[in-house]
DNA sequence: CTGAAAGCGCTTACAG
DNA sequence: CTGAAAGCGCTTACAG
């Protein structure tokens, strides 16, 4: 068993009293706020060292009326998609110099006991929100409190102007389903959607449809269906469509974890991929090469979305200029789903 | 383009001003921290409401000595193996009401120009740290100024008792590598090595030798290579072997992306896994079992270990007491990969 | 180049 | 049950 045994740490004062000048003088060398005396500056880094000295945080935000820190409220941490997300927020802030706060509960902005919110304008500077789960009442009542804010994948309430970055869904899926109908004749390609009101989800849908429109290709509502980026829905939602004996030559998983539940459904009813229907995602998440048959998908700048969306934010929060939305490319990635050698 | 316009918040002053009651009053109901009047209480319930008024948190970490925030050390944020990781400590963290603030830099710990840690005593309660770029005697120097620490996949610097969460490695690997030689009857058995210095894989490298030497199988030199937790070099390992014509009948791939690496690398020359070659894996990502062939492994509860290194720190921080070290299970899981139908 | 002082927005004894 | 006051550890005008 293991106890703390707490323990008392230098302040500003102490290394004022040890160098022998004011805490403000301290404090401009710490900053570099202004100029001090060479000699001045010596003798209060030899204290600041012999104490161990480092700064206290909250005492600066308190007193300098700034955090350090972003926030990012995301709705839950799973799936592949996370971790180049992350890491490109991460090096976003970093290089700004921020630290970040992450909130992946799905009570993010509720109340806690103490009626402070666990993410909220006293314990960052600003905030990156990718989750369905902030309202956009919640949205808005931060944005009209002048707190800066940044979407990712997810457009602003109506009349509000908060940047957000989103990825070339529409094109992108357009591409490839173009892709599919032009280069292996398909004509019956089932969609599987994203969760319900995912806005990724919507753009890719567009994209199908004006694929299958410049191909005349009539929609058929009963080639839809919801997938959630889901590996396991998207997996029952094709297998309902195989019990159903609905014909199919090809199918959009909605994401990468959509194709592969739709892989699975296919094989598990005997279908080969892709000779018998191809299979196409969306993200080109790490593991989408290494797959069977290597997943033909969309590559989506996950990681620099996240980088990007940081870093406008942190603009923001310095009080610059922010593109009010950013769209960043995606490109076809043809591997072997689709029926390519 | 988008500009941010600042704007005045509501302090505890303007609350007890409107509610026509003292500051301290207000921040007895707000934290509901000594008996108030019914009648009172609504007052301030009321101003708060009418004000939108939310505590400000550096105020409260500077007047309270504590942020209600935890660190968390990390080298990267890579793999499959985070997701997981990240969603335990995130649970851990919230059911105790704490936040998690989150360090991925490889330069962490490094002094910024100010002369502020990244993450350090003011800005965190406690510190989770998940990385080999803490050096020990920076954990020491942490320790030693009582400052709560949990270590995740790394034993303590000698003498400092300082908790730690880790799995059951050898005994796990042990009884991978002994169903390869029992079931299969491997006998020639690669082992790729992690990261130098990594103690996970330390641990697995015994279990593979005592698994070995427990069926009179002697240990051969040429059979261990570097495959550092990562698919490329895993890959490049196996290849190398090959090339210099070593006979194989299994290789252990150090850990899942190890045992990809592997796959690859055998297919890629011609041999099939397993008829030829049996590959295993460690920790059994999500992706395992989706493999072609899908993967024998050992799972590993990362998302537990996350949550409970966590709990841990959390503990430790509110001034109980905590296990000096928790050696999480492992369980084999046999898919096809190791040869098995 | 340097210091004294006010103030950031809270919590927490101390009185009553 | 309630208030006045000190203090948490800084930053930042204001003087000099």
């Known amino acids: 068993m293991i106890a703390q045994r707490p323990n008392k740490r230098a302040t500003i004062s102490d290394v004022a009293k040890l160098a022998g000048v004011s805490i403000s003088t301290v404090s401009r060398v710490v900053n570099e706020t202004a100029p001090v005396a060479d000699e001045t500056v010596q003798q209060v880094r030899h204290a600041i060292e012999t104490l161990d ?20 409220l995301l709705p839950e941490i799973s799936g592949a998609f996370y971790a180049p997300m992350l890491r490109g927020i991460e090096a976003g802030a970093l290089e700004a ?6 909130h992946a509960s799905s009570a993010v902005l509720q109340e806690r ?18 989750t369905d ?19 990712l994948h997810r457009t602003p309430p109506a009349g509000l102007d908060i940047p957000c970055v989103t990825f070339e869904n529409k094109a992108g899926t357009r591409r490839l389903i173009e892709h599919l109908i032009i280069a292996h004749g398909c004509r019956r ?31 058929d509502p009963s080639l839809r269906s919801v997938g ?11 297998a309902a469509w195989l019990r159903q004996g609905i014909e199919l030559d090809a199918v959009f998983g909605g994401d990468d974890e959509g194709a ?21 995602g969306f993200d080109d998440v790490p593991f989408a090469r290494l797959m069977t048959p290597p997943l033909t998908t969309v590559r989506a700048p996950i990681e620099m979305a996240g980088q990007q969306a940081a870093s406008q934010l942190i603009t923001l929060i310095q009080g610059g200029e922010s593109d009010s939305s950013t769209l960043l490319p995606t490109e076809l990635v043809i591997r072997r789903s689709c029926g390519c050698a």
């Open 53 to 72: 000295y480092t700064p206290h945080a909250a005492a600066r935000t308190l007193a300098g009326r700034r955090t350090g820190t972003i926030g990012l």
């Open 97 to 102: 110099g921020f630290d970040l706060l992450i």
């Open 113 to 130: 006991g103490n009626g402070s919110l666990p993410l909220a304008e006293h314990n960052v500077d600003g905030l990156l929100v990718f």
């Open 133 to 151: 789960r902030l309202t956009d009442s919640e949205i808005s009542r931060l944005y009209r409190r002048g707190f800066p804010l940044v979407l």
């Open 189 to 219: 390609i089932g969609f599987l959607a994203g969760p319900d009101g995912n806005e990724d989800s919507y753009w890719r849908e567009l994209g199908y449809r004006e694929a299958l429109a410049a191909h005349g290709i009539p929609l």
């Open 228 to 238: 959630a980026f889901d590996e396991e829905q998207a997996e029952a939602a094709v």
């Open 260 to 280: 592969t539940g739709a892989i699975q459904a296919l094989q598990r009813a005997g279908r080969r991929v892709p000779q018998d229907v191809a299979v196409a």
